[in-house]
C-alpha cells in the first residue's frame, strides 16, 4: 500500500461549505501520521448547493430548508463539531449571521491551483477563510485575495474567476463522480477502489489504513 514506490491514492471528493469535510480530512491526516502511510491526495469538486443564489443564504436558515433541523438542533450540532474541530486542531468560528455560499467559483480556483501543484494548500485556506474567519467565499475578489495570501497570483486568479476558463472542466469532473454514485460528502476513495463516506473518526481511519497495508503486503 504505502511503499517508497507506491503511494496509497486517496481521492477526496468534497465541497468547502462542508464542516465535516474539514473535520474528516483532518482526522484521516492524523490517521496518515500516526500510521506513517505514503500517500499522495487528489482533491475532487463536489456542490453541496449548486442552486444557492449569489448572495448566499443565513446558515440556519439554510439547514433548517435543506434537513429540517431546528435552530436548537442546528446550534448542538456547531458545539459538537467546534469541539471535535478544536481537538484536531482546526479552528470553527460560528456567528448567528454565518452564511453558506456557492462554491462553483472556488472549485475553478483550485482546479488552477492544482495545476500550480498547491491545490491542498489553496483547499484548506479556503476551509480556514469560510468557518475561521467567516470570509465571503461568493466574492471572486475574496476568493483571489485568499489565492494571493498563499503565494499565488492574485491577478490571475481574478482573471480565471472573470473568464470562468476551467467552468466545463469542473462540472465534467462534478459529473464525472455524481455517476459513480456520490451524493454527498466527504467521499474518499482508496486507491481507486474503497469508497468511505462521512467523517470516520482518527480511529476507524487507521483501522482502514491497516487494513489496506494488509491487503495490499
Known amino acids: ?14 465541497d468547502v461549505m462542508c464542516p465535516w469535510c474539514i473535520i474528516g480530512y483532518s482526522q484521516l491526516s492524523r490517521a496518515l501520521e500516526n500510521t506513517g502511510t505514503a500517500h499522495e491526495i487528489h482533491w475532487h469538486p463536489f456542490e453541496l448547493n449548486p442552486n444557492m443564489p449569489a448572495e448566499g443564504q443565513d ?11 431546528t435552530r436548537a438542533e442546528s446550534e448542538e450540532s456547531r458545539k459538537r463539531m467546534t469541539a471535535l474541530g478544536a481537538d484536531l486542531g482546526f479552528e470553527f468560528n460560528w456567528a ?13 480556483l483550485l482546479h488552477w491551483a492544482g495545476e500550480q501543484g498547491r491545490k ?15 470570509r465571503d467565499l461568493s466574492d471572486i475578489n475574496v ?27 469542473v462540472r465534467e469532473a462534478e459529473s464525472f463522480w455524481q455517476r459513480q454514485g456520490i451524493q454527498g460528502v466527504p ?6 477502489k474503497h469508497l468511505v463516506t462521512g467523517a470516520q473518526g482518527i480511529e476507524n481511519y487507521t483501522n482502514i489504513l491497516h487494513h489496506l497495508a494488509k491487503e495490499d503486503s
Open 59 to 69: 446558515g440556519f436558515e439554510h439547514i433548517e430548508e435543506k434537513y429540517g433541523s
Open 120 to 134: 491542498d494548500d489553496l483547499k484548506q485556506a479556503f476551509f480556514t477563510a469560510h468557518f475561521t474567519h467567516r
Open 187 to 192: 467521499a474518499v476513495v482508496f486507491n481507486q
Open 1 to 14: 500500500m504505502a511503499s517508497a514506490n507506491s503511494p496509497l491514492r486517496i481521492d477526496i471528493i468534497s
Open 143 to 169: 476568493l483571489a485575495d485568499v489565492a494571493g495570501e498563499i503565494g499565488l497570483d492574485r491577478d490571475e486568479a481574478l482573471a480565471v474567476l472573470n473568464d470562468q476558463r476551467f467552468a466545463n472542466i
Open 96 to 108: 448567528d449571521d454565518f452564511r453558506m455560499h456557492n462554491t462553483f467559483n472556488t472549485h475553478q
